[in-house]
């Protein structure tokens, strides 16, 4: 019913960035907040940045001053801008959206992921 496809991962050196995006598509009557997570090897998924509807953002005390979240509502688009990556950022980023589907109920639906590799 709903689709996050997300693209912008890569390899990179220290102090660089990226720039993640994610679309959603589908059966879709409204999106509320929007997120990106991320998964490091032998770690638990944690919560990186997540932004509602309004515009509100809430950012991980690790990417703090270096990452920002943005959105399109008008695309159904979250993105991640990524600055100043450090070695320890390494992780398979995946997006996440809370959507209420078209006549039907609101559920948390996510992306594929994508690999961020930081080389120092």
């Known amino acids: 019913q709903v689709q996050l496809v997300e693209s912008g991962g890569g390899l990179v050196q220290a102090g660089g960035s990226l720039r993640l995006s994610c679309a959603a598509s589908g059966s879709i009557f409204s999106i509320n907040a929007m997120g990106w997570y991320r998964q490091a090897p032998e770690k638990q998924r944690e919560l990186v940045a997540d932004?509602?509807?309004?515009?509100?953002?809430n950012y991980a005390d690790s990417v703090k001053g270096r990452f920002t979240i943005s959105r399109s509502n008008a695309k159904n688009t979250v993105y991640l801008q990524m600055n100043s990556l450090k070695p320890e950022d390494t992780a398979v980023y995946y997006c996440a959206a809370d959507v209420t589907v078209i006549g039907g109920p609101i559920s948390t639906y996510w992306g594929q992921g994508t690999q961020v590799t930081v080389f120092s």
């Open positions: 932004i509602t509807s309004g515009g509100s953002t």
